[in-house]
């Protein structure tokens, strides 16, 4: 026979605090407005240093999916904020090399010169994935965010 009874065991499990339930269960990232995007395709550009006008430096690339004969490629530019060895590690890859970016996306307004409203997709670099070098030859491990 058992030590414990199934009414001492109901007792036991009565007694027991339960756990807080999160408000919020189906995902765990925090409650903000937050997009995300995961892009697989090849560099359309090689990538380079841009310099912001407080003089902070990223990498800007230019990502193309899709573009089968028969349908037209979509392009996402991407910036990366990331380490100098992150930096010297994208900036040796050249046009074509396959990757995989996982990044946060914003939607900005501006004004041109001209005085039209524009809207435009900010994409930034949150991880990177090397795939493949433009020959389809497959990647070796390198940095990744």
Known sequence: MSAFSSSSLRSFLRAVPRAATPARTFTTSPA????????????????????LQNGQEYVRYVVGTGGSRDSQASWFRVAAFVSD??????LQLPKGSLVSVDATATHSKYTADDGKEHYTLRLTQRNFEFLSRPGGAKADAGPSE
């Open 85 to 90: 060895a992150q930096k010297e590690f994208l």
């Open 32 to 51: 903000r407005s937050l997009a995300r995007m995961n892009i697989t395709g090849r560099l359309g550009t090689n990538p380079e240093v841009t310099t």
